[in-house]
């Protein structure tokens, strides 16, 4: 190679670049013969400009070629960067897998930048394994969940700091949801994996004023003061208590009823999704796994290795 004329190493440099635009799965030897090529035409230089009788003109000659061939290498290898990586690369990230046995406490936890801009939509993204080449999409959801009806989906948006814990197996409730205030109402009744927060308003924090402030609802006010949160009323009501009060306790002390009253708030939704892949079996290995994530172009977000 050493020996080839300014002629051939830009033809050389030509055919990797012609490799380069035919097949993608030829990036990486393209650039690697390109650099090597590069090597070669630096010992071709020293050697040549080592030879008595070289002018000057020869040497500026080889200088810039040699500059000129180094440029068109730093080019590819950055268009294979373009090609490989998406650009939400470092915005999303794979925190971390939890590597079940069963697909019901088999996720993935997704996490948004703290500090990115803008949104980014990932329905329609691909988490996969190299190691088995299993790998599924990721669904739609429901951004605002309602109990005991058909609620429509929708794309699942995320935003800087939001999380998505995305789980193998089936929803409990049957729907990927966005995470709210009231969301903990869920939990009396389903299993969740990891556990959703339980800290829906308090009963006493609620608008009471449906209940006359009379002495004789004194133990209604006790009553709903001692309730925990996110908790429907299940059981029997102590005796004596008013209809104004029974009525709160059993309307009002619900997931639906809670959406109802607290959707406008500021901090109605949380930061986080649940989203299932509804599949009957595992993903991941318990060792020796590289989980990638793609965007919908097919290009990587994320990676994680264990």
């Known amino acids: 190679m050493s020996g080839l004329p300014l002629i051939h190493r830009s033809l050389v440099l030509i055919n990797f670049q012609k490799i380069f635009m035919e097949k993608d799965h030829y990036l990486g030897l393209a650039i690697l013969l390109g650099i090597i090529a590069i090597a070669a035409f630096g010992g071709f230089k020293n050697s040549a400009l080592n030879q008595s009788g070289s002018t000057a003109t020869q040497k500026q000659t080889l200088q810039q070629q040699i500059a000129s061939d180094q440029k068109q290498v730093n080019d590819l290898q950055a268009q294979l960067a373009a090609k490989n990586y998406s650009p ?34 990932i329905t329609g993204w691909r988490i996969q394994s190299v190691a088995s080449g299993q790998g599924t999409s990721i669904p739609d959801g429901v951004f605002l969940y309602y109990t005991g009806t058909i609620n429509g989906k929708n794309l699942i948006t995320l935003s800087a700091g939001d999380t998505v814990y995305l789980l193998t197996g089936v929803s409990p409730i049957g729907y990927n949801f966005k995470v709210n205030k009231c969301s903990g109402y869920l939990s009396q009744f389903q299993n969740f994996t990891p556990y959703l927060s339980t800290s829906c308003p308090a009963p006493r924090d609620e608008n009471l004023s449906s209940i006359p402030r009379r002495v004789e609802n004194n133990a209604c006010f006790d009553y709903i003061d001692s309730l925990p949160s996110c908790r429907e009323q299940v059981g029997s009501l102590p005796a004596g208590l008013s209809y104004e009060c029974t009525n709160f306790i059993t309307t009002k002390l619900n997931y639906n009823s809670c959406v109802d009253t607290h959707r406008g ?36 977000v994320s990676e994680l290795t264990y």
């Not at 470092?90 to 803008?118: C, F, K, W």
Request: charged share 25%; net charge negative; no cysteine.
């Open 265 to 300: 708030d500021k901090d109605f939704y949380q930061k986080e999704w649940r989203v299932y892949l509804g599949r009957s079996s595992t993903l991941w290995q318990s060792e020796r796994e590289d989980i990638v994530l793609y965007d919908a172009n097919g290009k990587i």
């Open 88 to 121: 939400y690369y470092g915005a999303v990230s794979i925190q971390y897998i939890n590597r079940g046995n069963t697909p019901g406490n088999e996720y993935a936890v997704l996490h948004m930048n703290d500090s990115a801009t803008g949104s980014v939509q």
